[in-house]
Structure formats: C-alpha cells, structure tokens
C-alpha cells in the first residue's frame, strides 16, 4: 500500500518533470527553426561582421607596422632604382601619428578580443573597437594625403620616391575603416534586436583568429631574423616571408645565400606551411559549417515560397521549376496521401535548391577569383611600369603566383608592387580555399562520379556487372544524377557501427534487452498495457541504435516516406491525424521579437506542421537522420518519465503488439518486417528457456 503522504507529492513532482521535458523539447526545437529560418544578412552581421575584424585585425596591425618602421621617402642613386633606394628620414611629426595610429588600432583590436572572450562586456568593447579603428584609419589617411604632396615629396621627383612603408601605411588604413564599418553593422543590428549583444561564434572560428594572429606573428619574426641575417631591409624580409611562407617563390634576388640562413630555412618553412594549412583548414571548415547552412536556408526557403505560390488550383498543379510541372491536388485524397504528396513535392524542393547553391557559391566564388586575377593583374601593370610590364605579362605573373606555381622569370622590384603583392597573396588564401571547396562540392565531384561511372562499364565492373551498371546509370541520368556505387561505404559504415559501439549504444541496447523482458512477462500476466507499453519502449530504443548508425552516413542518409510514416508514428505525430496537421503557408509571420513564427499557432494546434511549411523535418539545419534522433530518444527519455504515472492516467502507446501481429500477411514497411522477426526469435527463444 502507497503512503498517501508521500505518493501524491511524488506524483506531481514526476508530472512537472515530464512537463519540463516536453516544453524544453520545444524550446529547443523552435530556437533550432529561428535559427535556420534567420535572414541571412543578419548572420553576416552578428557572425561574419566580427569574424572578418577579427581576423584582419592583426593584418592590418601588422601592415601599420610595417608603415612605421621604416622611413617613407628613398633617394634614388643615378642608374638605381627605388627598390635599392637610400632612405631619407621622416619628419618627427609623421613618425608621432604614425605611433599614435598604431596605438589606437592595437587597443580596438585587444578590445574586440577580450569582448569575443567575454572578458569585456559589449557595449564597452564595441565604442572603443569602432573608434579606436576609424581614428587610426582617419590617421593614417592624413599621413598619406600629406606624403603625396609636394610638400613632402623631395624635389626633383625623378630622383626621389616613396618607400613600402608608405604603401603599407595605404593598405592599413583601408583595412581599419572596412573593419571598423563591419562592426558599426553589428552594433546597429543588436541594438535594433535583431540578434543578441554578444559574439555568437563557434569554436572553429575562433580558432581561425587565433590562427591568422599566429601566422601574422610568425611570418613578421621570421621577416625580421631573416633581414638580420641575409642584410636586408625589413619590408623586403617582410615580402621575401610572404611568398615563401605561401610556397608562391617568384625568386627574384631575395633568397637564401648565407649558410645560416639557409639552415634556418628548414625548420621555418615548415613551420609556415603547417601554419598556413591551419587557416586553410579552418577557413574551409566555416564555409562548410555555417555560411553552407545559412545558404541553404535561405535557397530553401525562396524555392518553398515559389513553389507554394504556383499552386493551380483549377488545373491542380504544382511548378517545381522552369520545364517542371506535376500533378497536386488534395481533392478526393486520405490524409496520408495528402501528407505522401507534400513529403514527394518538399523532397524534389530540397534537391533544386540544394543544386542551385552548390552553383551558386561556385559562381560566387569564381567570380571572385577571377575579380582577384585581374584586378591584382591591373594592379602590376601600373606597379611595374619601369619594368615593361603589359597588362598580357601581369595576367600571366599573377595567374602562376595565385597557383603557387612560381616560376620566378618575373617579379615585382617596386616598392609599391612589393608591399601590394604581400596583401594580395594573403587575400588569395581565403578566396581560392573558398573556390576549391565549391568545385570540390559540383564539378570535381560529378567528375570523380562519371570516372568511376566510365570505370565500371570498362575496366573495372561492379557487383552487378556491366550491363546492371549500364542499366542503373541510365536510370540515375534520367532522374538527373550520376551513378554511384555506394555499397563499399555503407558496408565499411556497418562494420564501424557494429566494431565501435558508442555508450549511447549501449545504453540503448540495453534498455532494448530490459524491456523486452518486461514486455514478455506482463505478457504472461494478461497485463495487456504494460505489455504494451514495455513492447513501445523496446521498439524506440531498438530504433535509435538503427538510426544512430546513419547519423554520420556521407552522403546524409534520406529516408522514403514509408519510413518517415513508421518513424512520426513513433514519436506520436500520425500522419493518418488531420488535427495535428495543418495547410502549408507561402510565408511565415514574425513575433513582435523579431523572430520567425514558426507556423505553430494558427489552427490551435501548438505542434501542427506540413511537409511544405516551415517546421518540415526536410527544411532544418539538421540532417534527417539528427532529427529523427533527437526525437526518438526524447520520446523514450519522456516515455521513463511517465512510468511514474498510475495506470489510471496512462494511456494506450501508438504502437503496439496486436498492431504488429495485426500485420501479418500484409506487405507492410521494412522496419515493421525486421520487428516481427527479431521479436519472433525472441519470443522463440524465451520459450525454450521456460521449457527447458
């Protein structure tokens, strides 16, 4: 007999456990849709605003640097040129502002760091950041219009000319007023509430920061032992680190002569690559991670509202694209072919639109490094006037040096060419990362494709031999894809989930052996619910271990609808229930906060979602195989929750035993198949043991 003074409390405390489940199930799910559903330019101000700053911070940190320590005025010796120029001192007056800048531009970028560390709090770090930066910009572009002036210029000018500081001390100040524009961006956007007034960055991109500082650091001590050593001027040291550490090696006459020089190039050099394969990787990593989700949110969501807005009602039909256009009708349909005809309509959406972002950013980034060519090309044209250079030659020196290729016939000797290649080549690092990455995603992967397309109906045949191939390849092609054969990767992904079980597994398994018991043996007592409701829990715990083995599937696993319908049933949300549907809308509201409203309230029902509206499983961050975890194993964590509950208040699972035996001698799906006979060879086995 219960204590009547403990049970109800007990009751109620397990009730509010269970309602605390549920609603912080929703939050995270609803915080997880506002955060795909975000307009992509607010993304760029509240994330990719304060990454660009803080990692060109250090740059052009770096380039005010080389503005200061050396002078801005050379003399040219008669048959010289202004790459081997005397110097000529500056006035103190320019050295004093010079300093100043500095200084202004090293605290905006120690106050964005120790902000981005939570270490400052934003509305401190941000004034001192934005105007920190605009001052040294303002600054250093005084200096600049001063020196081109015939005030500061030594007559005659033939005989005179302006050194690499100079053009750094350009480069640096264009570098802080773009920087110091990016953050008032984010400022403006958080205090319109468009996002919180913090950093949201990830770890990834803070350690690109981290890293740019790093190799920014690296390559000017190496400039600065380096000059030591060979004799030479620090910014020529500067630029002759530049383009080793970059493995570009135009030559020239900076290289290497002393022994110890040479020696010490062994370990810095690999030092530099291994710092510059650092920034590589995690550039290509933050494209990947954030700005692809972001894209393709925001190439989902326009292709879902078109689509949705071509519904010919009268004709009953939907245009997909330009040449595209089915059948759509709800008229004379059941509920779940309704559901089927949204999930087959949201599944061909998520392919067009995923197809034309993967071209989309590669034009973007084609574009931009075509831009980086020929404007960099333009640059040395004018640069290298002295030297003869066309616009033809440039084309030429800055296509093999985006390359690396670096044959080292030509190379820039002007002052101004030297310090403009050292800022382009690091702009190139970003740009081509970026452009390899999106031919990796389109034309290196549809070739590799074809290749082993061409190779298995040639010299090397697949499992199902040369005409099976033929024959599956065709299909593909008609339905806009190439063969693939991707048996040997779901084999190797099989073998690695049975090998290496996670503790999450584990666990599973276990709660799949217990209350298979269990089941049986409220079975055998005639106590059908428990039997039931035992039996659902063995089959969301068996289900998660299935599903958990595709959550690392490459490419993301995609389920067909049948099991997407077995799999909703689970988790409580039947596709054969209209009440808990709802019609797809073109386009969603937005909370008086500023965030998207997630089509949850407007028919009463809190959880109502369509296939074709903005809560479909297929329109997330996540990939299916993620969802339908998430949700399993909330759904068996909530159903131990409710074993608290009397018998009284708990109703029936949605699945069930007589369900399963009910099927018997229907198709029915996959899954429902495998259950019936792994809960047969259970049951077969249980009765063996009793009988013996």
Same mark, same amino acid.
């Given at each position: ?485 991707? &048996? ?144 399993? &194993? ?59």
């Amino acid at each position: 007999m219960n204590d009547p003074g403990l049970d109800e409390p007990a009751q109620q405390a397990a009730e509010d456990v269970e309602e605390n489940v549920y609603e912080a199930d929703r939050e995270k799910a609803e915080a997880e849709e506002q955060d795909f559903l975000d307009p992509s330019r607010w993304w760029f101000a509240s994330t990719a605003s304060p990454l660009l700053a803080g990692t060109f911070g250090p740059i052009a940190n770096a380039f005010s640097v080389c503005a200061l320590v050396e002078k801005w005025r050379v003399y040219i010796p008669p048959g010289g040129d202004e790459g081997h120029g005397s110097k000529v001192e500056d006035p103190r007056w320019l050295v004093a502002v010079n300093s100043i800048s500095l200084i202004f531009a090293l605290v905006a970028n120690m106050a964005l760091l120790l902000n981005m560390t939570r270490r400052l709090s934003f509305a401190i770090a941000q004034p001192i950041t934005i105007l920190g930066w605009f001052l040294s910009s303002f600054m250093l572009i005084a200096l600049v219009a001063v020196a081109s002036t015939s005030v500061f210029r030594i007559q005659p000018i033939t005989e005179h000319a302006l050194s690499q500081a100079f053009y750094y001390g350009i480069l640096a100040a264009g570098l802080y007023f773009i920087i110091a524009s990016l953050m008032v961006l984010t400022v403006w956007g958080a205090y319109r509430g468009h996002y919180p007034k913090e950093f949201r960055l990830t770890a990834s991109q803070r350690t690109l920061m981290l890293q740019t500082i790093s190799f920014v650091f690296y390559l000017l001590v190496g400039a600065l032992v380096f000059s030591k050593v060979e004799g030479w001027n620090f910014l020529d040291a500067v630029y002759w680190a530049d383009f080793t550490l970059l493995t570009v090696g135009v030559g020239g006459e900076f290289v290497p002569k002393t022994h110890t020089g040479r020696t010490l190039l062994y370990f810095y050099a690999i030092g530099g690559v291994v710092s510059l394969g650092l920034v590589i990787g995690s550039i290509r990593s933050l494209v990947l991670e954030r700005g692809k989700e972001k894209m393709s949110a925001r190439f989902m969501e326009m292709k879902r509202r078109r689509v949705l807005a071509s519904v010919d009602d009268e004709k009953r039909t939907i245009k997909l694209g330009l040449w595209e256009k089915i059948e759509f009708s709800e008229t004379g349909l059941s509920e779940a072919q309704r559901r089927e005809q949204e999930f087959n309509v949201m599944r061909r959406i998520q392919t067009k639109s995923e197809r034309k972002r993967r071209y989309t950013a590669l034009a973007m980034s084609s574009t931009a490094a075509f831009l980086l060519w020929f404007l960099g090309a333009l640059v040395f044209m004018h640069s290298e006037k002295p030297q003869g250079w066309s616009f033809f030659l440039s084309l030429y020196f800055s296509y093999t040096s985006l390359l690396t290729i670096g044959y080292g016939d030509y190379s820039p000797t002007s002052n101004s060419g030297k310090a403009f290649f050292v800022f382009w080549s690091l702009l190139a690092v970003p740009t081509l990362t970026i452009l390899i990455s999106n031919m990796g995603d389109t034309v290196i992967k549809a070739f590799r494709d074809l290749t082993i397309w061409v190779g298995s109906l040639t010299v090397l045949p697949g499992e199902h031999g040369v005409s099976g191939t033929l024959k599956s390849g065709i299909q593909q092609l008609k339905m806009g894809k190439i063969y693939r054969d991707d &048996s040997s990767s779901e084999k190797k992904l099989t073998e690695r989930g049975t090998a290496e079980q996670t503790l999450q597994d584990r666990l599973a398994e276990h709660v799949e052996g217990d209350e298979l018991a269990e089941a049986e043996e409220a079975g055998e007592h005639g106590n059908k619910l428990d039997r039931d409701v035992h039996f659902y829990h063995y089959i969301l715990a068996k289900e998660v271990r299935k599903v958990m083995r595709n959550v690392d599937a490459s490419p993301p696993k995609q389920y067909s609808y049948q099991e997407w319908n077995y799999y909703l049933r689970l988790i409580g949300q039947d596709e054969n229930d209209a009440s808990a549907h709802r019609k797809p809308m073109v386009h969603h509201e937005r909370k008086p906060q500023g965030g998207p409203d997630l089509g949850t309230a407007d028919e009463g029902e809190r959880n109502a979602w369509s296939w074709l509206g903005v809560r479909s499983p297929l329109m997330g961050n996540k990939s299916e195989a993620e969802w339908l975890l998430q949700r399993l &194993s909330a759904t068996l964590e909530r159903e131990m929750h409710m074993m608290r509950k009397s018998r009284a208040k708990r109703e029936p699972p949605p699945i069930s035993m007589d369900d399963l035996r009910d099927s018997e001698g229907r198709s029915g799906s996959d899954l429902e198949q495998d259950l019936k006979k792994d809960f047969g060879a259970a049951e077969i086995r249980r009765r063996s043991t009793r009988d013996v």
